[in-house]
């Protein structure tokens, strides 16, 4: 136990053969590059003891390393078996000699990771031994050593994959007291080799970005204004010391929007300008305060596919409103691919985590004439990337189009028709002659909360009205 905690702690010793590592090379490493190259360091004792390969005739002692070859089902849990077919080094804990079977048998264990470790521990968690049979009959024969071209440790981890977590949790905390490492995301390299960069040159992505007006990758910035290529040997350093600058010295200015590879970069400015004037962006209205009920035990859970039923706020911003559960699984990113499912079109979109919406999808409502009551389903296609379809008619259908002032954050219906393959759902969809009782509504809706406008909604369009309908804001 104490070696496997050994094996996990980083040492003044590793950090100076990570520091060593990376002198061999311009390139950045991401961590787990380095994890790997010290998990064969920290375990290279393991390596120099000679390997005797397994026969059941021949004798062997505690301590001695055994290769042996697999191609069985192996028991990994209670109710998993896995296939196994490869070479493992194991290590003899163990000698009982079995008078009933002439042999002795050998308790081994295995300090590898990948199937055969998992197998091995299930069988300790069951208190299981794992035994191999050896001087058959008392042969004793002398075992053949295992060629180092042989040695399967050096095509695989030396670790179990919780011993790795485990040392990378250690090395980046200790990788990020060094003053001698940069680092940028999980990438790292030596202070000394870093690119300086100068002001001019991030003067003149700003000035790009802010003509562009579309987010950036990395790589772009590198090549357009370092004038290297992806082929050239420093590249990916350009790429890291670009990053480390932007984010930390001007994260005022440049904001990362994307994970994609190295990264995307826009201004901060042009993505806090885009929700102005907006309908969505609007500001809410006052919530009373409630008497304290009793909270549900259940809560809703929302996934993709998500359907949303668009309302005029959303289509006028192109926007989409998005429940707040969501924000964990989408906030790791700024900036989306919608992919229109029937025309094959692409749209950049932009997450606002704080106030759960997505802009950019103002062309496809425009083009489309989208009105207020559209189902649209999201798809998830990747950590990065979306599908998004609405319902449509066979046939085009006239719908009403509202206008928007922002100023008075207030609609209006000016007589304008839009005809559309575009289906909205009957019952929530709002009809001209029941917006012609809706809108006259806001002289009276000044220093209303949210509880008096439901309130004076519901008193205009009560059982009691001819036009009584359900209605979607």
Known sequence: ?????????????????????????????????????????????QRGQDVKKYDPLCVYEIG???????????????????????????????KTFYKNFNCEMLEVDYSGGGTFRKYIDYMKKTKTQVLLP?????????PEKMGTEEDPRLSELPMTDRDLRTLEKNLRTALSKSAKLFN???????????????EEKIKAMESYLSENKDS????????????????????DLFCLSLNYLLEKKYKKDFLYVSPLNWGKW???????????????????ARRPDFEEVEKPQLSIVHTFPLKVYLTWREI???????????????????????TDADEGKNYSVYYYPSSSFFFGLKDFYVNANVPQGTSLTLEKKGPLQFAFWIKKSKKKVSVVKLNYDPKEDRFADKGDEVFTFSLPNKIIYLERETLARLLPLYSQVDGLDLKQLLVLIFKNFSLQSNNFSLHYL
């Open 316 to 338: 006028l911003s192109g926007g989409i409103k998005i429940p707040k559960s969501l924000n964990k699984e989408l906030s790791h990113s700024r900036e989306y691919i919608f």
């Open 1 to 45: 136990m104490d070696k496997e905690i050994n094996a996990t702690q980083v040492t003044d010793e590793d950090i100076l053969f990570v520091e060593k590592e990376l002198a061999q090379t311009r390139k950045p490493l991401s961590l787990r590059e380095i994890v790997g190259k010290l998990a064969f360091q920290k375990t290279a004792n």
């Open 184 to 198: 940028w995301n999980d990438y790292w390299q030596l202070v000394g080799n870093q690119v300086e960069i100068p």
């Open 216 to 235: 950036t990758a990395t790589e772009t910035l590198v090549n357009k204004f370092f004038g290297l290529e992806p082929s050239h040997d420093q590249f």
């Open 134 to 142: 050896s001087n058959l009959e008392g042969k004793a024969q002398i």
């Open 64 to 94: 001695d390393s055994i290769y042996k070859e697999y191609n069985e089902p192996l028991i990994v849990s209670s109710k998993t078996v896995e296939n196994f077919r490869g070479a493992v080094v194991l290590k003899v804990i163990n």
């Open 266 to 284: 826009h201004l901060k400015r042009i993505i806090n300008s885009l929700p102005e004037n907006l309908p969505l962006s609007a500001s809410l």
